[in-house]
């Protein structure tokens, strides 16, 4: 707008052209006063803030838009033309929206006129607030906020960001910084790559980077900018903001490296692994999946796992695993499933939701191939039920077949069932005379042997050393077992060859054939065990079916066994002696010691009776060696009191079971030496039988024996198996001749064969059992050494036994029983 011209323009100091070259394009208000401040000339923006009206329109000066009191300071500066210029703030009555705050400047002029300035400070005071504003936020905000040169300075940073990279303050960050580039980032050439994206998209969002703070610890940042162009184009600057995403950026590489973790041990885990999605299709399988499953991932991704690997037998408990483990519960359970091949795997399975942000998204898998387990849990539970010699089931698995049976038989009233209980005859001596090997296989021969007589259904065990059993189920008739005991005899004596070596062993069978009316596998195996031990006794190849008088007497057997372990215990044992005389003059030699026991209650049990319940309990040690302790001790208590008594002998009967215990030995030395008796006075008498149970450590402890200067006797002679050979083998000083073959019914010519033996072995002889004269004189007559028998003397006690002596040595006579 053209500057107002007065009607005057003479009157005016300031030319027209100067004021219109000075305020006329400005944006402020301005305008010449005169007298009475009155409008003489006013500029564009004048005419526009105050309207046309107020700007001297045409000739007629128009009044200037102030207050009263405003008015008359500006006239007293009129009348001032030396006065210096002023500023004011004063109120004016705008053309539109009425007064506003406005600063005046005034300019006495010379001529008595003003220059008049104003300045809106509406607008002023609005950018104002508009920059504080501004600043609040960029000094307060949270995120890092930075203005940078295009060559790398800072032009300005807010606090945020001076604490992210870890300085006081802005100024400084800002002088801390020359080259961006060099300073700021960990790797090499990133402000390159970041100055390329701006370059050509004027913009860089989340602009990820490691950088170093101020103490040189590192830190990641995300920066969002772009580029403040100027007038020619190219950027002044570039502004942006900085989130500091350490933490972020930790927990994504954490994340990673969990999945790394995963992804390694999904693929390379032996086990075979599957990850199914809730619609039961598989989402992905490992290499352990494929290399015993036989499926590769891509081939069997999208299917139904049911259909790739769960047998059409187990798809039911396939989809029960499912539906617990969806359900959030874990499974874990031993079970088959199918190779692409069709073979049945034994595998552990391990079942477990995949939750994914809170909810089951999926079910894993785990299967562990069991098939070695299985085949060793099997071989371990075939070893815990077998016989590991010959491969026949063992006790404890018979035990629990014959229950099985039991229980079969409480529910058919049908069912027939019969227990036979085998022991080999003469295994021990083929086990002795051959050895353990040839033992061995004696016994692998007879198990296949022994199965090779019955039926595929029935059972045959064995139970320990050369007992055997067998479990004979639905037969018809009793002779059914019977004809089973007779072919397993007939078996039995057929000849095994072992080691190139013939051998017949024979068998005991005891028979438990009404078995119906038991409730129990233990009471039949002992039942059978009875009858078994029944048949054994009365020589071999020989079986019995057991009846009840044999369990009673099974357990008066027991019953004994406890009353004569009782009976050591209370001193209800004692020994008697009978003597042993010269045939020829009859005259004392000796003592033989037999035990007795007054029963309380029972009265004398004859030995006969109590001796066989010791030595099959054991309880024969402990007697045996308590009645040689007696028997030594009661000599050398009749040689201190008869010193013509010097010349006795005690001889002590030993059983087989003494003779092959190890401390055997010790137990006679410590006899002589408690009681002082010499060992030439001590005989020892032992059975053929027990010579032969054990051989070699036999004849080791007989040695052993002579070595003390013990000497030995071969007692019940005659009656044994023993070879020639073997006899004159032994360190034996005299063989006793068994009662059996002085008897009058007895062919005197095995007696002169015994006498005639023991004289070519330079042998003593001694006949037990001599009752009558004629007997002596038959002995007499074939140069017998000494007798012992009922024609001399009962067996009588040790004060009895003390008299006989007296009279005996003290008169010379014959020893012949009184009365």
């Known amino acids: 707008?053209?500057?107002?011209?007065?009607?005057?323009?003479?009157?005016?100091?300031?030319?027209?052209?100067?004021?219109?070259?000075?305020?006329?394009?400005?944006?402020?208000?301005?305008?010449?006063?005169?007298?009475?401040?009155?409008?003489?000339?006013?500029?564009?923006?004048?005419?526009?803030?105050?309207?046309?009206?107020?700007?001297?329109?045409?000739?007629?000066?128009?009044?200037?838009?102030?207050?009263?009191?405003?008015?008359?300071?500006?006239?007293?500066?009129?009348?001032?033309?030396?006065?210096?210029?002023?500023?004011?703030?004063?109120?004016?009555?705008?053309?539109?929206?009425?007064?506003?705050?406005?600063?005046?400047?005034?300019?006495?002029?010379?001529?008595?006129?003003?220059?008049?300035?104003?300045?809106?400070?509406?607008?002023?005071?609005?950018?104002?607030?508009?920059?504080?504003?501004?600043?609040?936020?960029?000094?307060?905000?949270?995120?890092?906020?930075?203005?940078?040169?295009?060559?790398?300075?800072?032009?300005?940073?807010?606090?945020?960001?001076?604490?992210?990279?870890?300085?006081?303050?802005?100024?400084?960050?800002?002088?801390?910084?020359?080259?961006?580039?060099?300073?700021?980032?960990?790797?090499?050439?990133?402000?390159?790559?970041?100055?390329?994206?701006?370059?050509?998209?004027?913009?860089?969002?989340?602009?990820?980077?490691?950088?170093?703070?101020?103490?040189?610890?590192?830190?990641?940042?995300?920066?969002?900018?772009?580029?403040?162009?100027?007038?020619?184009?190219?950027?002044?600057?570039?502004?942006?903001?900085?989130?500091?995403?350490?933490?972020?950026?930790?927990?994504?590489?954490?994340?990673?490296?969990?999945?790394?973790?995963?992804?390694?041990?999904?693929?390379?885990?032996?086990?075979?692994?599957?990850?199914?999605?809730?619609?039961g299709r598989i989402v992905n399988v490992n290499t352990g999946f494929e290399a015993l499953f036989g499926h590769e991932a891509l081939e069997v991704?999208?299917?139904?796992?049911?259909?790739?690997?769960?047998?059409?037998?187990?798809?039911?408990?396939?989809?029960?695993?499912?539906?617990?483990?969806?359900?959030?519960?874990?499974?874990?359970?031993?079970?088959?499933?199918?190779?692409?091949?069709?073979?049945?795997?034994?595998?552990?399975?391990?079942?477990?939701?995949?939750?994914?942000?809170?909810?089951?998204?999926?079910?894993?898998?785990?299967?562990?191939?069991?098939?070695?387990?299985?085949?060793?849990?099997?071989?371990?539970?075939?070893?815990?039920?077998?016989?590991?010699?010959?491969?026949?089931?063992?006790r404890l698995l018979f035990t629990e077949r014959v229950e099985r049976a039991v229980e079969r038989s409480a529910r058919r009233e049908d069912y027939r069932f019969a227990v036979l209980m085998i022991d080999l005859d003469r295994f021990k001596t083929v086990n002795d005379s051959l050895g353990h090997q040839a033992g061995d296989k004696l016994l692998m021969a007879a198990a296949r042997r022994l199965e090779s007589c019955v039926r595929s259904s029935d059972s045959v065990a064995r139970l320990g050393g050369d007992e055997f059993a067998m479990l004979l189920e639905e037969y018809e008739h009793p002779h059914d077992v019977t004809r089973v005991a007779r072919r397993i005899h007939e078996a039995m004596e057929r000849p095994f060859i072992i080691d190139g070596t013939g051998v017949v062993c024979g068998a005991s069978i005891g028979i438990v054939l009404r078995a119906k009316s038991y409730r129990s596998s233990e009471d039949i195996l002992r039942d059978a065990d009875i009858a078994m031990y029944r048949a054994k006794s009365q020589g071999t190849a020989q079986y019995k079916v057991f009846n009840r008088k044999m369990h009673e007497q099974a357990t008066e057997f027991m019953q004994l066994e406890l009353e004569l372990r009782q009976a050591l215990d209370r001193g209800e044992l004692s020994v008697h002696y009978q003597p042993i005389v010269a045939v020829g003059d009859q005259r004392l030699k000796g003592f033989e010691a037999l035990v007795r026991w007054e029963h309380p209650r029972r009265g004398r049990i004859s030995p006969d009776r109590f001796i066989p319940v010791a030595e099959e309990t054991g309880l024969i040690a402990p007697l045996g060696q308590w009645v040689l302790l007696q028997a030594c001790a009661q000599m050398r208590q009749w040689r201190d009191r008869h010193p013509e008594a010097s010349d006795l002998s005690m001889s002590v009967n030993i059983s087989s079971r003494q003779i092959m215990r190890k401390d055997f030995l010790d137990g006679v030395r410590e006899a002589l030496d408690r009681t002082g008796l010499p060992p030439a006075s001590l005989k020892l008498e032992l059975t053929e039988s027990s010579l032969l149970k054990d051989s070699k450590s036999c004849m080791e402890t007989l040695h052993a024996l002579r070595g003390l200067g013990v000497r030995l006797v071969v007692d019940d002679f005659g009656t044994g198996y023993s070879s020639l050979n073997y006899l004159q083998r032994l360190p034996i000083d005299t063989l006793k001749i068994d009662r059996s073959f002085i008897s009058g019914e007895a062919n005197p010519e095995i007696v002169r064969t015994i006498i005639a033996l023991a004289r070519n072995l330079k042998l003593n002889v001694v006949a037990e059992g001599v009752e009558r004269e004629d007997q002596l004189e038959r002995l007499a007559c074939e140069n017998c050494d000494e007798a012992q028998g009922f024609l001399f003397s009962k067996p009588v006690d040790g004060f009895n036994a003390g008299r006989l002596i007296a009279r005996l040595l003290g008169d010379g006579g014959p020893c012949r029983e009184e009365g």
């Not at 080259?179 to 700021?184: E, N, Y």
């Not at 050509?200 to 490691?210: C, D, K, T």
């Not at 954490?254 to 199914?276: D, G, M, N």
């Not at 359900?327 to 079942?351: F, K, N």
């Open 1 to 279: 707008m053209p500057l107002i011209p007065r009607t005057d323009p003479s009157a005016s100091d300031l030319p027209a052209e100067s004021f219109d070259l000075l305020l006329g394009e400005t944006p402020d208000p301005a305008a010449l006063l005169g007298p009475n401040i009155l409008v003489e000339r006013a500029n564009a923006a004048f005419a526009q803030v105050f309207g046309p009206q107020a700007a001297a329109a045409d000739s007629n000066p128009a009044l200037l838009p102030v207050s009263l009191s405003d008015r008359l300071g500006l006239e007293r500066l009129l009348r001032n033309t030396a006065g210096t210029p002023r500023r004011q703030r004063s109120h004016l009555q705008q053309a539109r929206g009425g007064p506003a705050p406005f600063e005046i400047t005034t300019v006495p002029l010379p001529g008595g006129r003003l220059l008049f300035l104003a300045r809106d400070l509406s607008s002023v005071a609005a950018l104002e607030r508009s920059e504080r504003r501004y600043r609040d936020v960029f000094d307060n905000a949270v995120e890092g906020i930075f203005v940078t040169t295009p060559d790398g300075r800072y032009i300005d940073a807010n606090p945020a960001l001076a604490r992210m990279y870890g300085f006081d303050s802005p100024a400084n960050l800002k002088a801390h910084f020359d080259d961006i580039a060099s300073q700021l980032y960990v790797e090499p050439g990133r402000r390159d790559e970041y100055l390329a994206v701006m370059a050509e998209f004027g913009e860089v969002l989340a602009f990820e980077s490691e950088i170093y703070r101020k103490d040189g610890r590192t830190i990641w940042i995300s920066e969002n900018s772009r580029a403040v162009l100027g007038p020619d184009g190219h950027p002044e600057c570039y502004e942006g903001t900085v989130m500091d995403i350490t933490e972020r950026k930790r927990a994504q590489e954490e994340l990673e490296t969990q999945r790394a973790y995963f992804h390694q041990l999904f693929e390379s885990s032996p086990q075979a692994i599957v990850l199914i999605g809730v619609d």
């Open 301 to 394: 991704r999208g299917r139904l796992n049911r259909e790739v690997v769960v047998p059409t037998e187990r798809i039911h408990e396939a989809e029960s695993f499912n539906r617990t483990v969806l359900a959030g519960q874990p499974i874990e359970a031993e079970t088959m499933r199918r190779h692409r091949l069709g073979r049945l795997i034994p595998v552990s399975v391990i079942g477990y939701p995949v939750r994914v942000a809170g909810r089951i998204a999926g079910v894993f898998y785990i299967y562990t191939d069991i098939t070695q387990r299985k085949e060793f849990e099997e071989q371990l539970a075939h070893q815990a039920f077998h016989d590991a010699l010959t491969g026949l089931p063992n």
